[in-house]
């Protein structure tokens, strides 16, 4: 989903983890699956155990934080879409194979489970239900969100089966009744107030958190989106240069084996680390939820930015070596005008060039391509 516009992303967007929220599921069903899926897919769908629990005795900070690991174990493990529906809902949305998919999700299921000490939490941390789709039944966004409901209601309310895989064409809608308390329509009612309330309080919190990470406290995605549309109109205006760096740390998940709060530690240090590398006009940001980094160099040309950003491996590396574990980054650099004179483009380029450095061995500068000449490296000490 294209979430390039800053204003928009407050609304599709979930501001505490960075995924994507009930709304953007909504529209992304209305607006890609008006008639039901036309290929076969899986959606997983995860719901915290205990969630209110958790949050009443260890406190919302807490919660927070197991929500960000929840989405970070979730992208790491399916790289897909990952929604979160309500206050400790996902859904996953995966497009390979059935098998495939399951193994993904048991994988998922497994790695929460394994790490849930470290929070402090009991496995199984969530009941998880994967639904699959095959492709051949029209199935409208309305049934689907139905499924969704019916299937993690009969999952969590069946304590031994904490992991559970159906085929859509087996949830029987019609046995949803609104004869008891325990039956699925009470319970998708009261979902349903939970999740509106919790949007309420997510698109307050985004008042708040629009332009801050959370965790290293630098201006997030939003706030680098709207730096750079600035940055990028001033520099065209006035025939300048701008220079962007995406920065990747190497192997850093080696810091959340240890632990999560290591993982956020280490992510603060390494922020300043690079905060104090650059230059009083330039800007830094964290991109995404994971390792990533975003720097904004203006009145820079692509050999200038790939000189910081060398400056910035040697520093990373030389001042890590104090920290729990040494670490190293990896950056892709892209310059306007020289690789590229729109945003998607030039930050599509600079992912390019970030993940050609990371496969080339890590630790380096790799630059995007000038317009009509052959792709550019800048080894890290050479």
Known sequence: MNTSNPSESLVWIDPLTGC???LSLSRFLAEEYKSGFGRPVSLVSIDINYFAQLNASAGRKKGDAVLRWMVLVLLEETQAPVFRLGGDEFVVMLSDEHVHN???????FDRLNVEAG???VQPPVAAVTVIHYDGSEPFAPAEIFLHL????????AN????????????????????NSETS???WMSNMMLERMTTLGRMLEEAQTLATTDPVTGLPNLRAAQNQLTSL???????FQSLGILMIDGDDLREYNKISYAAGDEMLRALAETLRSSLRPGDFLARWRVGDEFLILLPETNLQQAAQIGRRLCQHVERSSQAWLLPVTISIGAAAYPETGLREAELLDQAETANARAKRLGKNRVELAPISGSETQAILHGS
């Open 20 to 22: 994507q929220n009930h």
């Open 102 to 108: 399951e193994r993904l999700a048991r994988a998922v």
């Open 118 to 120: 470290q929070f402090g």
């Open 149 to 156: 409901t019916v299937s993690i209601f009969e999952t969590k």
């Open 159 to 178: 304590r031994q089966q904490s992991f559970r895989v159906i085929h859509a064409r087996e949830i029987n809608l019609t046995q949803i009744s609104a």
């Open 184 to 186: 699925v329509l009470y």
């Open 232 to 238: 990028l109109r001033e520099a065209a205006q006035n």
